[in-house]
């Protein structure tokens, strides 16, 4: 029916400017009228050379080719009259009622033809929703390999509560003899890259049922009333194969709030949509044995009214694994390449916290591709680490020239990053640390903490800003300037120091009170600072920089005891480029340290410790 009124309107609206265009068209081409007596006097005068006659209407025409319209009393008293006179006499017939008859014909024919189309057009639509569900559908039975419990690692609390849906759908006998019924919708929410679309297909394959599977935008459309229908057909078409599966990815796209009490018309089909959806939720008699899952990154914003109980009953968050997680993950991917025999999948781990499962699918990708372009038959640890930088970092600038100076305040840069993360107690292992530019980073000195971290003390958190402000204080000591290099240093010293005070009640002058709020879902994003007072905001503020300022001084404190070091670090860095953990624990352990740490100034014999060439040399040969 939209679609008949759309193109009823739009044939309406063609005619009216066909009409306007046509009489514009008339208006430019008409004759000039003149009364009849003014025709009689030129008629009198001998001026006129012809006169056209139609009906009671008459064109005169002059003996200098001007022609003017008039209507006359009687045309056959005046045809006789010209008779006697040397004037050419013309006669046509009125055109004017079949050109009528003619037009209105044809803007018959053209609405009949209108109508029949758009018929014919939802005809169509209404045949392709009825096999939109169909080809969304993926049977146990389609000749590829399901996908089990089996192939989903690093989730394991999921898998365990999941477990029951599959039972419930092999099953449903066993839950209806004792009177309950099963969750009606499981939405699984988490980060993007955590395995929720791979977690709905692993509970088909393992429950062997027929699974449908949708996006969120497959039912947005520019139509108002096409997502309501295809959520109908959906439900009817699932309902013949029960047991079975709907999936529905992103369904934040078609499930969004409605709060905001928008009318425009997508916001309008969105509502519709979603209106559809509940009520066909609701609809479920016990008999049914379909579960609805759907994912979503975006929780924060689903409307309520769909993520109540009764419709997706219940919870699951997928969050990215943990450091045995990431053990499994990686032992799945890294099945499917070539590994080295004496590869560590555990050092593996520990070298990519934080990361989702998709991120450590990439990840094994990326270090086969970088093994097979050196010419490797296997993929080794070196791999990975490369893989893992240009991830994290990028690819490296290799074609980026830096001065002998700039390359030297980076050196002293990193170095003092390096230094003071090994002096302070509460702190990270030194992992690396390069002054190879990657991405936007010029240099970067890496930290892997031992064991994943569920929690921060306030020790451990001033340590990381004092760290941070290592470069800062190391460019300070050694050049008496600061550079723009230290931006990102500040910036997440700033975001530390800030969630300290205004989050996580770490000031004892605050106290234990949140001025900050993050209602931005597992996307991230800017927190929202609360209202307060203009006294309470100053006090923040200065709480703030109180905290920063104290960490930039105990940063510069330990380097001014430990300038040689700083020094000497630095010489090698400049060397190098690269030193890794253990060539870091071989400088650290120069027998010269000692005398260096005490202000003994033989930073020259310092190159020429046995500790340090030996570093120099093994990296060489690496290189």
């Known amino acids: 029916m939209a679609i008949l009124i759309r193109n009823l309107f739009i044939f309406f609206l063609f005619t009216i400017i066909l009409g306007g265009s046509y009489g514009f068209w008339n208006l430019e081409h008409t004759l000039r009228r003149v009364t009849y ?15 056209t006659f139609t009906g009671n209407k008459v064109i005169a025409t002059h003996r200098d080719s001007d022609s003017y319209e008039t209507t006359v009393p009687n045309a056959e008293k005046l045809i006789s009259e010209l008779q006697d006179r040397n004037i050419q006499i013309i006669f046509k017939k009125d055109r004017s009622e079949q050109i009528f008859q003619g037009i209105a014909l044809i803007y018959l024919v053209l609405l009949l033809l209108t109508v029949i189309i ?13 096999k939109f569900a169909s080809n969304k559908l993926i049977l146990p039975d389609d000749g590829q390999k399901p996908i089990t419990f089996n192939d989903v690692a690093g989730i394991p609390e ?23 019924v099963s969750p009606k919708g499981i939405l699984l929410q988490g980060p993007p890259g955590t395995g929720k679309t791979l977690l709905a297909r692993a509970i088909a394959g393992e429950a062997q049922v027929p699974f449908y599977s949708f996006s969120g935008s497959d039912f947005v459309e520019m139509f108002v009333g096409v997502g309501a229908s295809r959520v109908r057909d959906i439900f009817k078409e ?9 999936f529905i990815d992103e369904i934040d796209a078609v499930g969004g709030s409605r709060a905001g009490g928008a009318t425009a018309s997508g916001q309008d089909e969105r509502s519709q949509t979603l209106n559809a959806l509940l009520v066909e939720m609701d609809g479920f008699s016990t008999s049914d044995t379909i579960v609805v899952l759907a994912a979503t990154n ?49 050092k593996i781990a520990h070298l990519v916290p934080g990361f989702t499962g998709a991120e450590l699918a990439n990840l094994v990708n990326e270090a086969a591709l970088m093994a097979a372009r050196d010419g490797k038959t296997l993929v080794e640890l070196d791999d990975f680490e490369h893989a893992r930088d240009r991830i994290l970092m990028g690819v490296e600038r290799k074609g980026r020239i830096m001065s002998y100076d700039d390359r030297k305040i980076l050196a002293y840069h990193e170095a003092g990053h390096a230094i003071i993360a090994k002096t302070l107690p509460e702190s990270d292992p030194i992992h690396k640390i390069t002054i190879i530019p990657r991405g936007r980073a010029l240099g970067q000195t890496q930290q892997l903490s031992v064991n994943d971290r569920s929690s921060y003390n306030y020790e451990y958190l001033k340590s990381r800003i004092t760290i941070l402000m290592g470069g800062r204080a190391a460019e300070e000591i050694a050049f008496q300037q600061r550079t723009t290099g230290a931006q990102g240093d500040i ?15 770490m000031s004892d002058i605050i106290g234990p009170q949140a001025m900050v709020v993050d209602d931005s879902g597992f996307l991230g994003g800017a927190s929202q600072r609360l209202e307060m007072s203009d006294k309470t905001a100053e006090l923040v503020d200065q709480e703030i920089k109180n ?19 700083l020094k000497q670090l630095a010489i090698i860095l400049l060397e190098v480029e690269t030193i890794d953990d253990e060539e870091f624990e071989i400088i650290m352990a120069c027998q010269f340290t000692d005398k260096i740490q005490a202000g003994i100034q033989e930073t020259n014999q310092c190159m020429n410790c046995p500790a340090v060439e030996t570093c120099i040399h093994s990296k060489q040969k690496k290189n």
């Open 118 to 130: 758009s018929l014919s057009k939802k005809r169509k639509i209404e045949e392709e929703e009825n």
């Open 491 to 505: 910036v997440q010293a700033t975001e530390i120091a800030t969630n300290m005070i205004c989050k996580w009640g």
């Open 158 to 180: 999921a898998l365990e509560e999941l477990q029951e849906i599959v039972n419930f759908l092999k099953n449903p006998e066993q839950y209806s003899q004792i009177g309950a």
């Open 298 to 346: 975006r929780p924060d914003i689903l409307d309520m009214a769909l993520s109540r109980p009764g419709r997706f009953d219940r919870q699951v968050n997928i969050l990215p694994p943990d450091i045995k997680g990431r053990i499994k993950i990686l032992q799945v991917h890294g099945a499917k390449v070539a590994l080295s025999p004496d590869i560590d999948i555990d």
């Open 238 to 246: 699932a309902k013949s194969n029960s047991p079975c599966i709907i």
């Open 547 to 565: 905290l920063l300022e104290s960490c930039n001084e105990l940063a510069l404190q330990i380097l001014k005891e430990k300038f040689y070091l």
């Open 37 to 51: 007596s003014e025709f009689r006097h030129c008629l009198a005068n001998h001026d006129l050379e012809s006169i």
